[in-house]
């Protein structure tokens, strides 16, 4: 018998009985209470017609919702093994919680990795170590182009972009102040300079994507006064363009109407409450010549202070244009900051996130080895960016030629987010991605910048100590012959065999 027949059925005989007993036994009556809404319930299931699941099992179709809604918990909490967990697993999820609390980071009766899996990858050691005392343990690049008056000395581990507006002013605050007290950068993310990045007195690097947020005009192209003003802040450190990000590289930033607060939008300079979308392209420039051009206009009107460009790599022919106007105009960049297909972001569409844009390792070999074969490299530092959770992640980038390494997500984790998953619906459960100040509340200030500080730190600590297993003395010193990457059951081959035509 069908469901909606069987509901009708039940419900008639539901009704009767309880008014023919009413006739001997009144109280009886009572029971209308649970079984009246239950009954209108399935007659609205049926008389719909935008749910068929609903419409054909009236009542309890319901379930089939709200244990869609749970799906993300149960995944995560009950199905999932340590290494399986996606977009970041178990493992690293402990790691980071365990570190910016201060706890115990060890871990019992060896690797959960299949050592034997195709895309494995470690790290070579050394017969004769070094120990960890013997290795720099607070690693520092100089950001200092020749055309750099205001160079910055900068962790090699910091926070990467990540706006007011995305995260909750809590989440900005404490991350800042983290960054302050573990001496490392915050980039600001494309939401412009608010009043809590500078509240954190934290470092920051304050980036400039295709909206301007901070420093446009009424009608959304670049404003140079505002940005001359802001720019000159002494907590601003150096100055990041954004072309393009891993996430949806090509696409714009997306602010949803909800997170859309009327401060965020004093702050942005947009309508309050609307959908936010960033133009997919830079209004100021539309070549590499032009780029360049950029370049040096902000460090002019930022007093000489580092300025860069971040992108996710596309197309390879494109980046080479920028190397050639490098060397046409003489402009160059102080860094460049390369991002990854498998970058975060609070929201994008599914086809970006995907299946847009050149994985982290790939771009960053390229950009690397372009820069290398234009004689560049010397003087622009590149930064990497892009699902970096422990000291491993930064030392394979940096074998690859990276400077310094930005995180997001683990910062995030580091004051609190469990990944939800809901970073793009303003009901972050603890306060990290939302507008609600209900939720926000939750993230105590006071504690989780501190956690921010303790990652960073044991984080740098973890680097040094397998720089010595390596018997290195610096971080500088890493190659691409020192990471092994697994292609196959009997085939090991090393960086520098794997990349060694990323140029092409």
């Known amino acids: 018998m069908k469901a909606r027949k069987l509901f009708i059925i039940i419900s008639a005989v539901i009704t009767t009985s309880i008014l023919g007993i009413s006739f001997f036994w009144k109280p009886i009556l009572w029971s209308f209470l649970i079984f009246l809404p239950i009954i209108l319930v399935g007659i609205s299931d049926i008389l719909q017609k935008k749910h068929t699941i609903q419409r054909n099992f009236p009542v309890i179709g319901h379930f089939r919702y709200w244990l869609e809604n749970f799906r993300p918990e149960i995944q995560q909490y009950f199905v999932e093994t340590d290494i399986e967990g996606t977009p970041i697993n178990r493992i690293f999820r402990s790691l980071i919680y365990s570190r910016a609390k201060n706890q115990n980071d060890t871990t019992p009766f060896g690797t959960k990795s299949d050592v034997y899996r195709v895309g494995y990858e470690c790290m070579t050691h ?15 690049v100089l950001f200092a182009g020749k055309e750099c008056k205001q160079p910055y000395n900068a962790s090699i581990l910091n926070i990467s972009a990540m706006s007011f507006g995305a995260l909750s002013k809590n989440a900005i605050i404490a991350l800042s102040k983290g960054a302050k007290l573990g001496g490392f950068a915050h980039n600001t993310g494309e939401g412009g300079l608010s009043p809590y990045h500078l509240e954190g007195g934290g470092d920051l690097i304050w980036q400039v994507g295709t909206g301007y947020f901070g420093c446009r005009t009424v009608d959304g192209n670049f404003c140079p006064d505002t940005f001359q003003k802001n720019a000159s802040h002494e907590n601003v450190k150096m100055i990041e363009i954004k072309l393009s990000q891993g996430a949806k ?47 040096k206009q902000l460090r002019d009107l930022s007093g000489g202070k580092p300025v860069g460009f971040k992108l996710c790599v596309g197309s390879k022919e494109e980046f080479t244009e920028v190397c050639e106007a490098m060397k046409k105009t003489q402009i160059l ?24 844009g050149l994985p982290l390792r790939e771009g960053l070999a390229f950009v690397v080895d372009s820069l290398k074969k234009y004689h560049f490299k010397d003087d622009i530092k590149v930064i990497a960016s892009g699902k970096v959770f422990t000291a491993f992640h930064i030392l394979r980038l940096m074998a690859l030629g990276a400077d310094t390494v930005n995180s997001a997500r683990a910062m995030m984790m580091a004051i609190g987010c469990i990944q939800a998953l809901q970073c793009n619906t303003n009901t972050c459960p603890v306060g990290v991605a939302t507008q609600d100040k209900n939720l926000m509340k939750g993230l105590d200030i006071n504690d989780k910048y501190v956690r921010v500080a303790n990652f960073h730190k044991k984080t740098i600590e973890s680097l040094t100590e397998m720089l010595a297993a390596a018997g290195l003395n610096d971080a500088s010193q890493i190659q691409r012959k020192h990471i092994i990457h697994r292609l196959g059951p009997n085939n090991l081959v090393t960086y520098q065999e794997l990349y060694s035509n990323s140029r092409n």
Do not use: C, W
């Open 333 to 356: 960049p102080d860094f460049i900051t390369v991002d990854g297909g498998e970058g975060g972001t609070g929201a994008a569409p599914v086809e970006f996130s995907n299946s847009m």
């Open 126 to 140: 050394s017969m004769y170590p070094k120990h960890h005392d013997e290795v720099e343990q607070h690693p520092r």
């Open 249 to 295: 590289p090509g696409h714009g930033g997306i602010l949803p109407a909800a997170k859309n607060t009327e401060e965020i939008a004093r702050i942005r300079g947009v309508k309050p409450f609307t959908d936010v979308l960033s133009p997919p392209y830079h209004t100021t420039f539309n070549n590499a010549e032009g780029l360049m051009h950029f370049v």
